[in-house]
């Protein structure tokens, strides 16, 4: 069993999907420490009996609120809590990052124990550029919060990693189609699992592929960072003219430095000569 473990609180990181993707050391932790915090007691406890390991479960969640947090991290005080997500590594799109905030405002000694990450997975799987990325957590799930949301991101040089729903993921496959077709998209999905899947391609085929077949299980959602664009002045224009239709210049000239790579400040002036 070896000695118990010091006093504090201990990130451990949790498989994905296949039950074998944990390390040596999360195992040791998690058989030595004095309790482990944790999303859902049914998930934990699966993983926990698999590798035999017997330990109180702590349910600690999005439901949980201040009161349990302080009492989590009071005892900390005098044991060893493990902290896991139901999936991964804790606080990444999940409430850990308040218990560890809280643990460290109070002087509680906090080590970190890496593994598996759907996000990281998901990229290495997609082919999509590494070298610059973004993790967005979930996208809104209404409409006008998503196309905000990717209107945001849409300058940025760099793979946009998101996790996503199957119910939401054609949704969200059809605003980005709408908000820059040019994009390359990957979905990568059961990660680790025996129907793993990583299928890249525009927005719109992945659109058609998941309405054909819907998609199951967590979900990441990747779109790669925009291309390098070049547009005439004549092209210009007629984007331009286009967007003046249905919009204010100012409007008409952020969309179209969107679309073109160009500064707004550049097309302002010859959206209001359009205009007029």
């Known amino acids: 069993m070896g000695d118990p473990l010091q006093p504090g609180l201990y990130i451990v990181a949790t498989p994905i999907g296949n039950l074998g993707d944990i390390t040596l050391r999360a195992l040791d932790v998690l058989r030595r420490c004095d309790g482990v915090a944790c999303e859902d007691t049914r998930v ?58 809280d643990a460290r405002e109070a002087g509680v000694p906090i080590t970190t124990l890496p593994g598996a990450c759907a996000a990281i997975a998901g990229l290495t799987l997609s082919g999509l550029p590494n070298d610059r990325f973004l993790f967005a957590g979930f996208l809104p799930a209404k409409e006008k919060a998503r196309r905000e949301a990717l209107d945001e991101l849409a300058g940025l040089d760099a793979t946009l990693v998101f996790y996503e729903t199957g119910p939401r993921l054609t949704k969200s496959l059809a605003a980005i189609a709408d908000w820059d077709p040019q994009r390359s998209v990957c979905v990568a999905r059961e990660l680790t699992k025996l129907y793993e899947e990583a299928r890249r391609g525009s927005a719109d ?72």
Do not use: C, N
């Open 44 to 101: 934990t406890g699966k993983l926990l009996k698999h590798h035999g390991i017997s330990q109180p479960l702590w349910r600690y969640d999005d439901h949980s609120g201040e009161k349990d947090r302080a009492r989590l991290v009071d005892s900390m005080r005098s044991k060893a809590v493990a902290l896991v997500s139901d999936a991964g590594t804790p606080l990444v799109s999940d409430p850990g990052y308040r218990l560890v905030s």
């Open 205 to 276: 085929e992945l659109f058609e592929h998941y309405t054909d077949h819907p998609a199951k299980g967590e979900i990441v959602l990747l779109i790669g960072p925009p291309e390098e664009r070049t547009a005439s002045e004549a092209d210009i224009d007629d984007l331009l003219r286009e967007l003046l239709a249905a919009m204010s210049p100012s409007k008409a000239a952020a969309e179209a430095a969107r679309r073109t790579g160009r500064r707004k400040a550049e097309l302002y002036p010859r959206a209001m000569e359009l205009k007029a």
